[in-house]
Structures are given as C-alpha cells and as structure tokens.
C-alpha cells in the first residue's frame, strides 16, 4: 500500500470533511444571526418602553429562531456553550415575563456575548479548520 493511501489520502478527506462542516456552519449562521439579532434588539427596545409582553414576544421569536439550528449546533459546535446559550434565553424570558428590568439587561447582554461566542466558533477560518 502506497504512502498516499495510507497517509495523505485520509489527511486529505479529513480537511476536506472539516471544510464543508465550517462551510455548513458558516451559511447556517449567516442565514439566522440577523434573524436573532434582530429579536433581542426588539426586546430591549420593548423592554425600555415598558411593553413586558412585546418584550416577551420578541425574546420568544429569537428563542425559536435559535431552537431551529439548536441540534445541528450540537452535533458539531461545543455543548456547553450551545447549553449556555439556551439558559440564557430560559432566563431573559423569565426576567421578562416578572417584568425585572435590569436583570432582563444584563441577561440580555450576557445573551449577546454567548451568541458572538458561537458565531466565532462557527467562522470559515484556518483556527476553526485546523
């Protein structure tokens, strides 16, 4: 058996599989982060104005947005910022719906930097390839 079948030919296949998921990950991301940034804008616009249940609303419709990619997300992206990310949506709906002002902020923020997290791990780039 040659060096190439032995040895470059699964490198090869391994970069080859590696790229087309970073690829996947890279349109599935592009596809539904305005989605959900836009959502968790509106919230904390509603929230500002007072209306508690558009607030809701709006967290609800990013939450679902997110819920869409979630098994995909965790078959190839780390569990426990997948799982960080879905407590956080738990919570900001729950500070919503008991209308708590500045913790729904902070939770929302801390919501905002979890989504950044998975959309960097998601990027086509030599890190994620490699």
């Given at each position: 058996?040659?060096?190439w079948?032995?040895?470059?030919?699964p490198?090869v296949?391994?970069?080859?599989?590696?790229?087309?998921?970073?690829?996947?990950?890279?349109a599935?991301?592009s596809?539904?982060?305005?989605?959900?940034?836009?959502?968790?804008?509106?919230?904390?616009?509603?929230?500002?104005?007072?209306?508690w249940?558009?607030?809701?609303?709006a967290?609800?419709?990013?939450y679902?947005?997110?819920?869409?990619?979630?098994?995909?997300?965790?078959?190839v992206t780390?569990?426990d910022?997948?799982?960080?990310?879905?407590?956080?949506?738990?919570?900001?709906?729950?500070?919503a719906?008991s209308?708590?002002?500045?913790?729904l902020r902070?939770?929302l923020?801390?919501l905002?930097?979890?989504?950044?997290?998975?959309?960097?791990?998601?990027?086509?780039?030599?890190?994620?390839?490699?």
């Amino acid at each position: 058996m040659s060096n190439w079948n032995k040895v470059f030919k699964p490198i090869v296949v391994l970069c080859v599989i590696c790229i087309v998921i970073t690829g996947a990950l890279a349109a599935t991301n592009s596809a539904t982060a305005p989605i959900i940034k836009a959502a968790k804008e509106e919230a904390e616009r509603l929230a500002l104005a007072g209306d508690w249940e558009g607030t809701a609303a709006a967290i609800q419709e990013g939450y679902d947005e997110w819920s869409k990619r979630q098994t995909y997300l965790h078959i190839v992206t780390n569990h426990d910022a997948v799982d960080a990310a879905e407590a956080m949506y738990h919570r900001a709906l729950a500070f919503a719906r008991s209308e708590e002002d500045s913790e729904l902020r902070a939770e929302l923020a801390d919501l905002r930097d979890q989504l950044r997290l998975l959309a960097e791990m998601e990027e086509f780039s030599v890190k994620n390839v490699l």
